[in-house]
């Protein structure tokens, strides 16, 4: 079975300070990892993913994220975070030997940028 | 270009009341999924097909049938709604294949009184 946490509900930064939200995932193949972010009252937009290659994967809005298979962690990182990137953002890993297109999400991290 | 759209955007239905959510993608995506959201416990999947007349369980299909008739549409009925089907249901889309990136739809609020 696959599962995802995300230990933190909820992350509070300053505007301009390195933002990081946390995932740990757990898979019994080789894992794809995805992060999506989540505005007020709309969709799951897709943020960035990890299939191979690369640890550090670059996503949109200036967002990156680290895979770490030792740790089996996926963090979310941005150098400098805007009052703009409040909103909840999901971590989602697929087991790369299981069938079918499968995600498991995470909790959701509520990140509050504060001007 | 729309991408995934559903209908209706919210409903409000009585105990033991039937309902449909339709699901409709335009970027000719073999996959399609079926999730539902509730506060703390992230996204969960209820159904999903690999193409045009198939479906399959997913983590939480209990109280929910689903068809695919056609490989753009995807719906989801609820029979019987029961006040515990209270959520936000969001339908995805997919390319086929492992690692394919799933595209969301806007979502459905529903409220089961």
């Known amino acids: 079975a696959q599962s995802v946490a995300q230990p933190e509900d909820q992350v509070n930064v300053a505007e301009g300070n390195p933002l990081t939200v946390k995932c740990t995932y757990s898979?019994?193949?080789?894992?794809?990892l995805f992060w999506y972010v989540q505005y007020p009252n709309r969709g799951l937009q897709f943020l960035l993913k990890?299939?191979?290659?690369?640890?550090l994967v670059k996503g949109s809005y200036g967002f990156e994220a680290e895979f770490n298979k030792s740790q089996t962690s996926f963090h979310l990182k941005k150098p400098s975070a805007l009052v703009s990137d409040s909103a909840l953002y999901f971590c989602?890993?697929?087991?790369?030997?299981?069938?079918?297109?499968?995600?498991?999400f995470g909790g959701g991290t509520r990140v509050l940028v504060k001007p | 270009n729309a991408g995934v759209t559903q209908t209706p955007k919210f409903r409000v239905l009585k105990t033991g009341q039937s309902m449909t959510l339709l699901c409709a993608q335009d970027?000719?995506?073999?996959?399609m999924y079926w999730y539902r959201q509730d506060p703390g416990m992230g996204l969960r999947l209820i159904h999903y097909?690999?193409?045009?007349?198939?479906?399959a369980k997913g983590e939480v299909p209990d109280g929910y049938n689903v068809s695919r008739l056609k490989k753009q549409n995807f719906l989801l009925g609820l029979e019987s709604a029961a006040p515990s089907q209270t959520s936000v249901y969001f339908c995805?889309?997919?390319?086929?294949?492992?690692?394919?990136?799933?595209?969301f739809g806007p979502g459905t609020r529903l409220t089961v009184l």
């Open positions: 995805a889309s997919s390319l086929a294949g492992p690692g394919r990136t799933q595209y």
């Open positions: 898979v019994s193949g080789n894992p794809y």
């Open positions: 990890y299939i191979t290659g690369d640890n």
């Open positions: 989602a890993v697929r087991d790369g030997g299981a069938a079918g297109n499968k995600l498991t």
């Open positions: 970027m000719n995506h073999e996959y």
């Open positions: 097909s690999v193409g045009e007349g198939t479906t």
